[in-house]
């Protein structure tokens, strides 16, 4: 895994998203982390705009987040709409 990514901050994002610091497992914790390492991605993918790689990356990361996205609307619309809510999603 990337150093920007450490364990300790990983717990952090499952504790804060999830329903405990172990809590990898479920879709509210996934997204957070997604949402997380999309962040960082976009960061270098907009100062390193040749790197088609990490590009490829980033919108393979996005698309699985969608997919969590979605599973979660379809199953149980209360919590999407709070995990949207608390990463800031939705314009």
């Known amino acids: 895994m990337a150093e920007y990514l450490?364990?300790?901050?990983?717990?952090?994002?499952?504790?804060?998203?999830?329903?405990?610091?172990?809590?990898?497992?479920s879709a509210e914790s996934q997204i957070a982390l997604f949402s997380y390492r999309i962040d960082h991605l976009s960061s270098h993918v907009k100062e390193n705009k040749k790197?088609?790689?990490?590009?490829?990356?980033l919108l393979r990361l996005v698309g699985k987040r969608r997919r969590l996205l979605d599973y979660l609307k379809e199953t149980d619309i209360e919590r999407y709409r709070?995990?949207?809510k608390a990463l800031g999603l939705r314009k």
């Open 51 to 57: 790197d088609h790689n990490t590009q490829r990356s």
């Open 6 to 25: 450490s364990p300790d901050k990983k717990q952090e994002i499952f504790g804060k998203y999830g329903k405990s610091n172990t809590d990898t497992g």
């Open 82 to 84: 709070s995990i949207v």
